[in-house]
Structures are given as C-alpha cells and as structure tokens.
C-alpha cells in the first residue's frame, strides 16, 4: 500500500479506498468514516495505519459529543520504525469521536462515528 525508495517511503495511493493523511502518517477510515457494530459485538475496528517518517505511533481519542472515557488504543510492536503499522481502537461508547495519531512530534488528526445499528 505504500512505495518505497530508498530511505523515503512514500504516501498510499490517494485515490483507493478511504486513505487521509499528510507528509507523517496516513490512516485508511473505514466507509463513511462510521464503526457500526451489532449489538454484542465489541465497539472498536482496526485502523491500518502507514508511517512516513520513523518513530513510535501512539493513539488516543476523545468524544466530541458528551462525556465519555478516552478511547482505548492497541499499537503493536514488531512493525519496525516506518511503514505500515496494524493498530485496534476501541470506543467505550458510541458517539462521535476525534482520534489523534501522534510520531515524533507529527500528528494526524480525524473524526469517526462509533455506533451501534445494521451494517
């Protein structure tokens, strides 16, 4: 999903699929920039995320309409320090949520909805 030429690793494609980013990372959304989850499931979704420049990744989120406890963010080791990096985040509620990934002083910043309901 990303081009790489000798030390400068390159965006995704900007036209496939649901890709957002900048010149430090990018983030495919899911469709429509929604988690929809059944009842019973989980809510949370893995969001793939490419690394343009070398750092660790972190993740944290806020709902922007009401109260509700951070998100909660799964940034797994072994991906090494640029490139693609698989991540999970969970919503401890539905709402609509700013999510925020962070490398080596660079962030990305976009907007979800986190809800229940037919997919």
Known sequence: MYAAL??????????IGNWYGNDSLWVELPTGSAV???AGEDLSEKFPW?????GQLTIDGRRLDGPAAPVKSDV????????FQATGIGFPEPGCWEIAGRIAGWHLTFI??????HR
């Open 6 to 15: 000798g030390d400068y690793v390159g965006p995704p494609v900007r036209n």
């Open 36 to 38: 929809v989850k059944l």
């Open 50 to 54: 490419v690394r343009l420049i070398r």
């Open 76 to 83: 797994p080791d072994g991906y090494g320090p640029r490139g």
């Open 112 to 117: 979800v909805e986190a809800r229940r309901g």
